[in-house]
């Protein structure tokens, strides 16, 4: 592997930066950085300490910071350090500035104002949390996206990060021996999207799961032929339900939640 110290310098929260820097870099499977995040660069004084830190561990250094002055003074501490230093937010303002035949506002941490849409997601993480895993059944009508699945199909990771664009989610736990909540079965309105997974993935993150309890019982819950039925049984009950299913096998929480926000979006139209 090849380590390297990656500086990311942002006048925010740097989480933009920390996005598009971890992106680029699973295009290299043989990278290990070791990043240094500086946020809330916003005075000569803060940047001139993150500089003293780069020069004590020189690396690639990535910024995002709408100040100009502020920008070219990291720029030249970095011509002077022989320290490769790339912005990731001008150009891609510069590009809208020219399209748009207007001016910028040049004020940091704007996609953090607190504005409709900020609140709009944080209603949307409180009611998501309070629907977690089969809570508040009798309120099911109230969610814009109710996920199924039988039990670590990732319901709710990827719940929480819908609920982070402002979707509110509930989701319910298909469990084998136990009837189908009759909330669900009779819910119109919100979308209903089923999860589910192979089983021999499906029962090594179970068993996971058992180790990081310290449970090393031996039940269905693991058994790979009851876990086959299981899954079996529950695409079957979807399939009745004319419910979309998804297969999380091998996907990312981000690759799901892209599909059901297609399906969220078609379903609204």
Request: charge should be negative; glycine fraction near 4%.
């Amino acid at each position: 592997m090849t380590k390297f110290n990656l500086h990311l310098v942002s006048d925010a929260t740097g989480e933009t930066l920390q996005m598009v820097a971890r992106a680029a870099i699973t295009q290299f499977e043989e990278a290990a950085p070791i990043e240094h995040v500086w946020s809330m660069i916003r005075t000569a004084k803060q940047l001139e300490s993150a500089i003293q830190a780069i020069q004590e561990n020189p690396g690639l250094v990535l910024y995002t910071m709408v100040s100009r002055e502020l920008r070219l003074s990291l720029e030249g501490a970095c011509r002077r350090l022989d320290i490769p230093c790339v912005d990731i937010l001008v150009p891609a303002i510069d590009a809208l500035r020219q399209f748009l035949h207007a001016e910028s506002r040049d004020q940091p941490g704007r996609q953090h104002v607190l504005d409709d849409e900020y609140f709009e997601r944080i209603e949307a993480m409180n009611f998501t949390l309070a629907h977690d895993d089969g809570q508040a059944l009798h309120d099911l009508k109230s969610a814009d996206v109710v996920l199924v699945g039988v039990s670590r199909t990732s319901k709710t990771p990827t719940s929480m990060y819908l609920a982070n664009r402002a979707v509110k989610i509930a989701n319910v736990p298909i469990v084998p021996g136990q009837a189908i909540p009759e909330e669900l079965e009779a819910l119109k309105g919100p979308l209903v999207v089923a999860l589910t997974t192979g089983v021999k993935r499906l029962v090594q993150i179970r068993r996971n799961r058992m180790k990081q309890m310290k449970d090393d019982r031996e039940s269905d819950y693991v058994d790979e032929d009851a876990v086959k039925s299981e899954v079996a049984a529950a695409r079957r009950f979807f399939n009745r339900q004319r419910w979309p299913i998804i297969d999380v096998t091998g996907r990312s929480i981000e690759e799901t939640a892209a599909t059901i926000l297609k399906l969220y979006t078609a379903h609204i139209a």
